[in-house]
């Protein structure tokens, strides 16, 4: 995915349906081992990783906590655009190409962020990844998975 092609910019967006490929990409990241690392040319819509979440859980006195999040992230320039992608070779793009390094830490769970949450102030671990039920075009039923996300 590059520049949001399977995101933001793509067909299911502008179809106005809830979630696009790299939601689902992210929620199958989230379900991999400790460890796992995955590459990507645009970065997923993820809750904050690891050492940010736990920044920011102690900034807001939240207190540090191993399962604040399931991943670090890495941000890696790998050059222009016209000088290390196939589809930008005989552009005149210099763009930077900025590859995003995930890596799955822990257990596959995350803290609320909201400080005010019952959720948060507890520091009760919320799943990562929680299973949609949806529709196809035909309006026959399929299950994937999303990102999960606090009640709050």
Known sequence: NFRGRFAEDSKAKRLDLSHDLDDFVAALFSTMAPGSKLA??????????????N??????KLGVHENSSFYEMEEVILGKANRCVSWS???STEDKITAYIYTRVGESHFLCSNEKCK???????????RE????????????????NECEC
Do not use: C, Q, W
């Open 40 to 53: 990507t040319l645009h970065a997923l819509r993820l809750p904050g990783s690891l050492s940010n979440m």
């Open 55 to 60: 920044e920011f859980r102690k900034k807001h």
């Open 89 to 91: 070779k005989n552009s």
């Open 119 to 129: 959720m948060a102030k507890e520091a009760i671990p919320i799943k990562a990844y």
């Open 132 to 147: 949609k039920v949806g529709l196809f075009f035909d309006k026959s039923e399929f299950k994937r998975l999303v990102l």
